[in-house]
């Protein structure tokens, strides 16, 4: 919801002309009042939105094992449970059949025709190369556009991007992002990722690929990252190092509320070690704080290059909210020059493991007018 100085202020517009275009968008059945602002003191101004039954948008927030499929309104609102399915992508042929029938049985449950629907947005982990349509770590398509292939298959039209930036974009338009020109936000999840906004706008690189805060390499350790080189970031700060080293602990005979994990469902895994953390287990706190310094030694890298105003973490791993503060401020504290780091400011996500989620539907509505 925005006021009429808003939208002026966020589509360049003068007043006049803003108001211009919003009484004919209300007139078309577009867009409606939604009411007064909060009162600041002076005379509140009414706010507007697009009618929340105008269009929807089909958002697919994808990562290495879980898929989540959702049916949004344009309020930002789920009109049928969300879908979930666990989806390896990794070495799996089948991945892209099962996405297209996933998202055609959910637009199928919601009853919705095509032509109420503006799109598919679709998020996914890896090298997402927004130039050719391609994912280089992931679904492999032979080179063939996968906006192409699964819209044709639908009959919508599909945007892809990279998990992370879409993450970044949520953070933008509805989270701690917004109104902000330089930020950073640090996508914790399987590996790390890192959306940018520069200038108030999202940069991807000049094909989209920008952004590969996991493959940084930073570390001396013989460990071989996913991409197949060496000492990576993600090989010490991912979740499914926390996992790795929660089991090795346990292992070792550490002492924890902890029990029965495995790799075999990593989600839930990821989810009770937090889960304890949040409750004050020893053991889940020395995890988290352990991810979180590394973290914070490759912020201290960002911080130095980008000089932000606001590094968010965000994603999957946000949900151990303020956790991963001191020991991120700790390493930042440590690596960075202070006069660079003193005005960058460290916040944990508020919208979670549902950024990508609305990130995807926010891409949607970005390229409507296409």
């Known amino acids: 919801m925005l006021s009429c100085a808003q939208l002026s202020r966020n589509i360049r517009k003068s007043l006049p002309l803003t108001t211009k275009i919003l009484n004919e968008q209300i007139k078309e059945g577009f867009v409606v009042e939604t009411g007064y602002a909060a009162s600041t003191g002076g005379r509140r101004p009414i706010m507007y939105s697009l009618k929340p039954d105008m269009l929807y948008v089909v958002s697919v927030a994808m990562d290495q094992f879980i898929t989540r499929i959702a049916v949004m309104d344009m309020q930002n609102r789920f009109i049928v449970p969300v879908k979930t399915l666990e989806l390896p992508l990794s070495k799996n042929p089948e991945t892209l059949s099962v996405l297209v029938n996933s998202i055609s049985q959910t637009i199928k449950n919601s009853g919705l025709p095509n032509d109420k629907i503006a799109g598919i947005g679709i998020g996914m982990p890896g090298f997402v190369d927004l130039k050719e349509g391609v994912n280089h770590s992931f679904l492999d398509t032979e080179g063939k556009d996968i906006r192409v292939l699964v819209g044709d298959a639908i009959g919508l039209p599909v945007f892809i991007d990279n998990d992370s930036s879409l993450i970044a974009l949520a953070e933008l338009k509805f989270g701690a992002a917004r109104?902000?020109?330089?930020?950073?936000?640090?996508?914790?999840?399987?590996?790390?990722?890192?959306?940018?906004?520069?200038?108030?706008?999202?940069?991807?690189?000049?094909?989209?690929?920008?952004?590969?805060?996991?493959?940084?390499?930073?570390?001396?350790?013989?460990?071989?990252?996913?991409?197949?080189?060496?000492?990576?970031?993600?090989?010490?700060?991912?979740?499914?190092?926390?996992?790795?080293?929660?089991?090795?602990?346990?292992?070792?005979?550490?002492?924890?509320?902890?029990?029965?994990?495995?790799?075999?469902?990593?989600?839930?895994?990821?989810?009770?070690?937090?889960?304890?953390?949040?409750?004050?287990?020893?053991?889940?706190?020395?995890?988290?704080?352990?991810?979180?310094?590394?973290?914070?030694?490759?912020?201290?890298?960002?911080?130095?290059?980008?000089?932000?105003?606001?590094?968010?973490?965000?994603?999957?791993?946000?949900?151990?909210?303020?956790?991963?503060?001191?020991?991120?401020?700790?390493?930042?504290?440590?690596?960075?020059?202070?006069?660079?780091?003193?005005?960058?400011?460290?916040?944990?996500?508020?919208?979670?493991?549902?950024?990508?989620?609305?990130?995807?539907?926010?891409?949607?509505?970005?390229?409507?007018?296409?």
């Not at 606001?310 to 991120?328: E, F, N, Q, T, Y």
């Open 179 to 370: 109104g902000k020109h330089d930020v950073m936000v640090i996508n914790i999840g399987w590996g790390v990722g890192l959306g940018m906004l520069l200038n108030g706008n999202m940069f991807r690189g000049s094909n989209g690929l920008g952004g590969e805060f996991s493959h940084i390499p930073m570390f001396v350790n013989d460990k071989l990252c996913s991409c197949g080189k060496m000492g990576c970031m993600e090989t010490e700060t991912s979740l499914l190092v926390m996992v790795a080293q929660a089991l090795a602990g346990l292992k070792q005979g550490r002492q924890s509320v902890l029990k029965d994990l495995t790799t075999d469902h990593v989600d839930e895994t990821t989810t009770a070690i937090i889960k304890a953390a949040l409750n004050g287990d020893q053991f889940a706190v020395e995890l988290l704080s352990g991810i979180g310094y590394n973290i914070g030694r490759g912020a201290a890298i960002l911080i130095h290059l980008f000089n932000p105003e606001l590094i968010v973490l965000s994603g999957r791993g946000s949900l151990a909210g303020k956790l991963w503060l001191a020991p991120v401020q700790q390493a930042i504290n440590e690596h960075c020059i202070p006069k660079i780091a003193e005005k960058t400011a460290i916040e944990v996500s508020t919208l979670g493991h549902e950024a990508e989620i609305i990130g995807a539907a926010a891409l949607v509505m970005e390229n409507y007018d296409r």
